[in-house]
């Protein structure tokens, strides 16, 4: 079975065993409607960097993450996989140090230090115990402002970028995500991988990823969280003397193609011939993370498909139909609109079936609205699930850091679950039937073309391509 159809199965049944225990009252803190947090202390630097200094004495351990507001939606058209690169660079050596003495630095005080990038931020990360505050702080300062971008490293991170696309391409349900992405997209940023094409990927230059650099990796578009075991004065004085010499710059937003219309179902069929099996991806546009409707949504997208086996998808079209082993359903929250995608898998000859009843259950969904204990149910999972994103130092930076990244507002984690418990049946319903649009959809069906397409064509207009195209 494919790795990404395990993934499926074992996040649903992560999902209802911890319903369970949520449900049983084994969460100590799921009665509380307001989460506690730690002491808080925000401040600007004259360069614009936004600095955030979290208490968190439990441990003595600080984590630092530095996020900046552009990520792969930032890169230049024809350059996907820009933003990825840079970061994936940040590491690799500075103009003090090479990239093995950056290893030996962080590995000899027991710490970690990283960087990435999303759709629409770039960050770096470190953590260590809090009496190598020092250290930490020094080496993320130096791959931030000091990054070398040596040629030996970006031709070995290139090919590095390059042998993992293609074995991407072997994986049909890769793919798969990959033309959903593309097709409901179009030219629109989220239509590109963050990683790059092979194309794209192969391109681009050292000049390139200087420029992005300059341009994107500025105070002034930059936030940092400091959590731990640390007093705020003594930590912002730090942090001050490494980066009061960074100079800001003017941010450049990219300009957005919008995605195109959906009209009706539109399917485009993916041809791998060899395919026993169908790879399904269906959906249409979501909506922004910054939407009043977010709880709703959240709350919705669980009990119809995001909820592992206690969802209605996984109920009828696994347990009841036997259509497939895994179904899910899910939004992707970002600064733009992103996608709201049905994913599943099923045999070549029940492929029609399988899409048959994705749309009746999304259908159904707007018409018939929830029951008292399914709302239930899933407002205990989200109070119980909640409270251990905020355990350790590095998940509160992640979590207050996407607060800012969003501008979800001051009191966003501590109403979190008092937003949650707000939802009703009625906010369901409208929700459903404002983001949720059984009649215009895009679907991408991975399969064998000959065994399916006589089958798809009464469901939609059909567009048919090369797997390796």
């Known amino acids: 079975m494919d790795k990404r159809n395990l993934k499926v199965i074992f996040a649903g049944l992560f999902a209802a065993a911890f319903l369970v ?6 969460l100590t803190t799921a009665g509380a409607q307001e989460i506690k947090l730690p002491p808080i202390k925000k401040t600007t630097l004259d360069n614009g960097l936004k600095v955030i200094v979290i208490e968190h004495h439990e441990l003595p351990v600080v984590a630092f993450r530095l996020v900046f507001k552009s990520g792969a939606a930032s890169d230049p058209s024809g350059k996907a996989g820009l933003a ?7 590491r690799k050596g500075t103009r003090t140090r090479t990239a093995t003495q950056i290893a030996e630095e962080i590995d000899f005080v027991g710490g970690g230090l990283g960087a990435g990038s999303s759709r629409d931020a770039t960050y770096a990360t470190c953590k260590v115990l809090e009496k190598h505050f020092d250290v930490g702080l020094d080496l993320l300062s130096d ?8 040629d030996e490293e970006i031709e070995r991170l290139r090919k590095q970028t390059l042998a993992a696309i293609k074995q991407q391409k072997d994986n049909p349900g890769a793919v798969a995500d990959e033309k959903y992405r593309k097709f409901l997209f179009g030219d629109h940023p989220y239509g590109q991988p963050s990683e790059g094409t092979e ?18 990796y500025a105070p002034n578009n930059a936030i940092l969280a400091v959590v731990g075991d ?43 011939p060899d395919l026993t099996q169908t790879y399904i991806r269906v959906g249409h546009l979501g909506i922004k993370r910054d939407n009043p409707d977010y709880f709703a949504v959240k709350v919705m997208n669980y009990i119809l498909g995001g ?23 899910k939004f992707d929250y970002n ?28 259908a159904n969904f707007r018409s018939g609205g929830v029951t008292d204990t399914e709302l239930k149910d899933t407002k205990s999972f989200y109070t119980g699930y909640f409270p251990l994103q905020l355990e350790t130092p590095s998940q509160i930076a992640s979590q207050i850091l996407n607060v800012e990244l969003h501008d979800l507002g001051e009191d966003y984690l501590k109403d979190y679950r008092k937003n949650i418990n707000a939802v009703t049946r009625e906010d369901i319903q409208r929700a459903a039937q404002k983001y949720l649009d059984p009649n215009n959809l895009k679907l991408v069906v991975v399969s064998k073309a000959e065994d399916v397409k006589a089958s798809l064509e009464p469901l939609g207009s059909i567009e048919v391509t090369s797997f390796l195209e």
């Open 21 to 26: 225990l949520s449900i049983s009252g084994s």
């Open 143 to 150: 791959i931030i402002l000091n990054p070398a971008f040596a």
């Open 199 to 216: 194309t794209s990927v192969a391109a681009l230059t050292r000049d390139d990823i200087v420029s992005f650099h300059r341009n994107h």
């Open 230 to 272: 640390v007093k705020p004065k003594v930590a912002i004085k730090k942090v001050e003397a490494k980066f009061s010499g960074w100079k800001g710059t003017q941010i450049a937003l990219p300009g957005y193609v919008q995605p195109p219309d959906i009209k009706g179902h539109q399917i485009l069929l993916v041809d791998k």
């Open 84 to 90: 990825d690169l840079t970061a994936g660079l940040l």
């Open 307 to 329: 909820g592992g086996f206690s969802s209605r998808m996984m109920d009828e079209i696994r347990s009841k139909r036997g259509l497939t082993y895994g179904i899910g359903c």
């Open 335 to 362: 600064k733009l609109e992103g996608a709201y995608t049905v994913s599943t898998f099923t045999q070549n000859d029940s492929t029609a079936a399988a899409i048959r009843a994705i749309i009746e259950q999304i």
